[in-house]
Every structure is written in C-alpha cells, then in structure tokens.
C-alpha cells in the first residue's frame, strides 16, 4: 500500500460559511469538486494534490486524506479497525504523531477518551508489527489521525495540514478583537474588488484586511508563508514536488500592486499592522496612516472599495458610542468616497441601521461564535 501514490477521497474543511470561496479557490485550481456541505468540500486526488491545495488555499482550515471508510458501534469496534490498518506504511517507526477527532456518537461523551484509543490502536499495531512505536502526543508537528465519527459510520483520515490553515503565520501582533485571516480573505473575496483599483481601510487594527487585498492583489499565496505541513512526515513525501510547487508560487507573485490605503486612530494599531504587513512581505504595497477614520484620503476618481470592520458591542466600546460611531461612517462614505463601493463587516445589524445607507448585498458570515454580516453599498 502506497498513500502517497493513490487517489482516496480528500475532504477540505472550513469556518462556517467559508465554504463558497473555498470552493472558488479550489474550482480555479482546476480540480473538480464532488461535494459541499457547511463547513466544507470533498473532491478526489492523491496526496500531492493535496500538498498543492494545502499552499494555495487562503480561505480554508485543513485538508482531510481519506485512508479507510468503516462502520463501528463502540469504541472497541474503532481500536480494532484502527489498528487492523497498516500504520507502518504511513509513519516513521521512530517518528512522531497525533491524533485528533470529530465524534457525535451515544456511546462517548469526550472525544479525548476516543482519541486515546486510536493513539493506543496505533501504538499497539507497531509494537506487535515491528517491536518499536512511534512517539505521539497533543501537539501537531508530526504525522495528524483524523477520526470522523458519528452514529456508526466511521472515516479515517490523515489530515495533511496539521496546524490550521486559517490562520496565515504572518499575524504576530493581532492588536484588540482581531478577523481570523481566513476570514479577512473571504471577506475581501465576497466584494467586487477588481484587485487593480483603490482598497481603503480605514480602522484597520493589526492590518488583517489590507495585508489579506495585498496577498490577493500581487497573487501571494499562503504557502510562501509557512514551511511546516504535517503531509512532509508521511512516509512517502513527495520533496521534490512541494519544491516544485513553492518555486511556482514564487514565480507567480506579481511585484507591484494597486493603492492600497490603512489607517487607524490608534499609534500602536498602525505599528502592530506595519510590522504585520512586513512578516507577510507585503509593508511597501500599503500605505499607513495614523489618523481618525473621517480623515482617510481616498483617492478622488477611482471605482474602489473601502472596507470597514468597526466593533460591534461584544468585546469594546458601549452601543451608545457606538451607534455615533456608525454614523459617522454612513456619513463618510457618503461625503468621501463617491464612485467607490462600500463595506461594512459588522455583528450587529442594529447598529449598521445608524449608516442610514441602503445595503445593495448582504453576506452572512461568521465569526467567534457570532453571527455576522458583510454589507455592500454602491456610493453614487
């Protein structure tokens, strides 16, 4: 048996309701997608396909290699068919792994109990197959199980990613209430942004919404961005096709970008968000400005877009205040930035009604356990 040459099922998963642009990236790669459900997509392909949807996809969290389909009733009948599977094949005798798991089952109440019987099924497969095992523990810088589990059908997966991909490595100061990098990339994604005209941010915080245009702008992928995937632990690793594959990525950037333009009131918001931009490699496309939003400069004649990403009463500021603030950034958008389209990325409808401007699209997304919206205004 040999994973890194065969085809199996792949499963990519997300946030809750990434989906559609993690569909859209990997339909640009050219793969074909067999099926989509809320936090994610299955298509078919071998691991190496799986090392290139791993550096290309912005909007996604891991990349799921199917090894074994089953059925159990117990967590007995899991430990028996985990370790019937021939795990020597797939990790190092002296290497290291971990397990992680997705259980909706009556028979189990904690899936660390679960995961410790796969770790156990692993363990014990090598000790009678080879007399050594593999070292193994919580953290996920070797070879990742996957178990999905619920009611009594089973899959077992390598997950190829390790460490999730939503997170893009750059982001080392994250400043008050950050967006998850992912979905700062879909959120971008969702808007008519052409990537050639004007990107306005003002409030930007640590920068997560103008270093993520940038990225998309001048075709920066993530993978430039991150060494470490647990599929270069898989017994069978393909290293000359993932240098293949980042020497690509490298190639593909495009050297300069569109006006990219951040701003923020705070001092140490535009610090923390130019020392952001320069670990993503994209400080000398941005310009940032420490000023109140209502004194952003947006270039006069463009058709860009300008982003907003206020707080919205769950973590700071008082609604009060609050409802002033998203006044003024009706009243700003309106004053300043005719022929552009305007964003709002809020988590409390209510508040967005103090813009007093019409919404033309509304996007549902989700963030830290609350629901949210991307509001699109067409400012004539």
């Known amino acids: ?59 996604a969290s891991n990349v799921l290699y199917l090894l074994r389909d089953f059925t159990a009733r117990n967590p007995e009948e899991v430990y028996l068919q985990v370790k019937s599977f021939p795990w020597e094949v797939v990790i190092q005798p002296d290497g290291y792994f971990s397990v992680t798991s997705h259980v909706q089952h009556p028979t189990v109440n904690n899936n660390m109990f679960v995961n410790m019987k796969v770790k156990d099924a692993i363990a014990d497969r090598f000790r009678e197959q080879t007399g050594v095992r593999p070292n193994s523990g919580a953290g996920l810088q070797g070879v990742v199980v996957h178990l999905f589990w ?28 950050p967006m998850l990098e992912a979905l700062a990339a879909a959120a971008v994604m969702a808007g008519k942004w052409n990537k050639k005209t004007p990107f306005v941010n003002p409030m930007c915080g640590s920068g997560t ?85 209502s004194k952003t400069r947006v270039p006069a004649g463009e058709k860009g877009v300008i982003y907003f990403n206020p707080a ?15 006044s003024r950034i009706g009243d ?3 004053n300043n930035c005719k022929g552009y389209t305007g964003y709002v ?34 400012l004539y």
């Open 345 to 378: 990325f809020t988590g409390n409808p209510d508040l967005a009604k103090n813009i007093r401007l019409k919404a033309s699209q509304k996007t549902k997304f989700y963030s830290a356990r609350i629901d949210c919206v991307l509001l699109e205004y067409h």
């Open 150 to 177: 619920k009611e009594n059908q089973a899959s077992l997966f390598l997950d190829t990613t390790g460490p999730s991909l939503a997170r893009h490595g750059y982001r080392k100061k994250p400043g008050a209430a």
């Open 1 to 59: 048996m040999d994973v890194s040459r065969n085809k199996s099922r792949i499963v990519v998963t997300c946030l809750n309701r990434l989906m559609p642009w993690v569909k859209q990236e990997i339909t640009a790669l050219g793969f074909g997608i067999n099926g989509t459900f809320a936090t994610g997509l299955e298509l078919h392909g071998t691991i190496n396909d799986c090392i290139r949807l791993n550096l290309n996809l912005r909007c």
């Open 312 to 326: 919205y009463g769950e973590r700071m500021g008082e609604l009060a205040e609050l409802e002033k603030v998203y």
């Open 332 to 334: 700003f958008m309106k």
């Open 209 to 293: 919404l103008a270093i993520e245009a940038a990225l998309l702008a001048t075709n920066r992928k993530p993978g430039l961005l991150r060494q470490a995937y647990a599929f270069q632990h898989v017994i069978g690793y393909d290293a000359a096709f993932y240098q293949e594959q980042m020497e690509q990525l490298k190639r593909q950037v495009m050297a300069q970008g569109p006006t990219i333009i951040a701003t923020d009131l705070r001092t140490e918001a535009i610090a923390d968000a130019r020392y952001n931009a320069a670990l993503a490699g994209v400080d000398h496309l941005i310009r940032f400005d420490v000023c109140d939003f």
